[in-house]
């Protein structure tokens, strides 16, 4: 299991949020092609974050986060809005780099969750974690996992997890 942060070239863009559908057909198309499971994600308009569960014997997070940048990046494209380009002509959508975690435990499982849905309120998108649209939360909700009211107490200690501070 992978916690993954994936990042826009240009930080002040809202291109994740503005194109959803894309990434999420993007995400569903990967998925098809090279199985994984997200056990929660949260996309905002610059960065994303998603804990992902490959295959037993599959580690190969990067080939999946490369499918769904290149499938997201066609979409958007497609879709007419104007991206800078690099020197060599590739889009600049996103940073090259990404964050990667291996989960250790439970214990960190349940760390990177409440990340997750505490992001949006973290970066001052939203006052509740229950007002963001776009994560997992409101499955968790659905589920009986978390209650509609959280609002974490993730504030304390938990450290940047590959996303400077802003």
């Known amino acids: 299991m992978f916690f993954i942060t994936a990042t826009l070239f240009d930080r002040r863009s809202r291109v994740l949020v503005d194109h ?3 990434l999420r057909t ?6 098809r092609r090279y199985h994984f499971g ?7 308009p610059d960065h994303l974050h998603m804990l992902i569960a490959l295959p037993d014997g599959d580690a190969d997070f990067s080939i999946r986060l ?10 958007v494209v497609s879709a007419g ?13 996103w940073q090259r780099r990404f964050w990667e975690h291996t989960i250790r435990d439970d214990g960190d499982f349940a760390r990177h969750v ?4 505490y992001n949006p309120v973290k970066h001052g998108l939203v006052e509740c ?3 963001w649209p776009h994560s ?11 209650p509609q009211d959280w609002d974490g107490d993730v504030r304390q200690g938990l450290g940047s997890f590959g996303e400077r501070d802003r």
């Open 20 to 22: 959803i559908g894309a």
């Open 81 to 93: 809005t104007p991206l800078a380009r690099h020197a060599n002509g590739e889009a600049a959508l």
């Open 114 to 117: 409440d990340y997750i849905h």
């Open 38 to 44: 997200i056990d929660a994600i949260v996309v905002l």
């Open 129 to 131: 974690v229950s007002d």
């Open 136 to 146: 997992s939360f409101h499955r968790y909700v659905r589920l009986g996992i978390l």
């Open 26 to 31: 993007a995400i569903r198309l990967t998925r």
């Open 66 to 75: 490369s499918f769904i940048k290149r499938r997201f990046t066609r979409a």
